[in-house]
């Protein structure tokens, strides 16, 4: 049974970090491209990190140079670490393959307020 579970968010002050975690089951994982993906209220879902079986990384230009993406494949986990967070990016954060293919989780949810 596939299935994702995401981790790791919480309330946070601008300019502070948070590592987020997706753990995969019933999945290949390690010769799957997997991206972590945001949806803010009334807003539609979107990407924002992608990580290739090979370790090659893409960014949406909101996040680039503050969110960093990786793996461990023999963990099955995909790691989303976010520095200088920004309120505009409080969101519920889901990871999936890159494109989404898979059941989405539950997701983590990830607010940035003072």
């Known amino acids: 049974q596939v299935q994702l579970v995401e981790s790791g968010g919480g309330l946070v002050q601008p300019g502070g970090s948070l590592r987020l975690s997706c753990a995969a089951s019933g999945v290949a994982f390690s010769i799957a491209s997997m991206g972590w993906y945001r949806q803010a209220p009334g807003k539609q879902r979107e990407l924002v990190a992608g990580i290739t079986d090979g370790g090659s990384t893409n960014y949406a230009g909101s996040v680039r140079g503050r969110f960093t993406i990786s793996r461990d494949n023999a963990k099955k986990t995909v790691y989303l670490q976010m520095d200088s967070l920004k309120p505009e990016d409080t969101a519920v954060y889901y990871c999936?393959?890159?494109?989404?293919?898979?059941?989405w989780g539950q997701g983590t949810q990830v607010t940035v307020s003072s």
């Open positions: 999936n393959r890159g494109p989404p293919s898979l059941p």
